[in-house]
């Protein structure tokens, strides 16, 4: 179970994945050892997953975002497996979601240009369980935080 602290501890290492121990004991009242207990336990029990940069997309030359949807032929179990297999693998693809409604997945695509979106749907054509695929271009970015909403969770 969260108690606020902990939530605290969340937000802040959401804000900012370098705070040290000293830092984030002194920003929610603790004393550094009990805050690196914390810390340790919330990664233990899989609150935290890990760590990493937040990189600029368009500073680092992958200034085209899609949203694809895609609709497979089939619902064989050895099919969704292959073609999840294949998703897992194409580095351009940065999210993937099976979703309800008129499509069965629907996926993040980063790539630098159309001449790049176009080399991904033909590989992403090729796969033989895929019948059918939309894009949507991403125009311009309101919102990315990636912070997540501690506020709604539920920590029963």
Do not use: W
């Amino acid at each position: 179970m969260l108690d606020s602290t902990d939530l605290a501890l969340l937000r802040l290492l959401q804000a900012d994945g370098n705070l040290t121990i000293a830092e984030l004991a002194e920003r929610v009242a603790l004393s550094p050892s009990p805050c690196a207990r914390r810390v340790k336990r919330l990664e233990q029990e899989g609150f935290i997953r890990g760590y990493r940069a937040e990189l600029d997309r368009k500073r680092l030359g992958l200034g085209t975002t899609v949203f694809v949807s895609v609709r497979l032929q089939h619902h064989r179990e050895d099919a969704v497996r292959a073609f999840e297999r294949e998703i897992e693998a194409l580095p351009v693809i940065v999210a993937c979601h099976v979703v309800s409604g008129a499509f069965d997945y629907l996926l993040e695509v980063v790539v630098p240009d159309l001449s790049g979106y176009e080399r991904f749907v033909r590989s992403l054509q090729a796969l033989a369980a895929v019948q059918d695929i939309n894009s949507s271009f991403a125009i311009r970015t309101v919102k990315s935080s990636g912070a997540l909403p501690l506020e709604a969770a539920s920590t029963a």
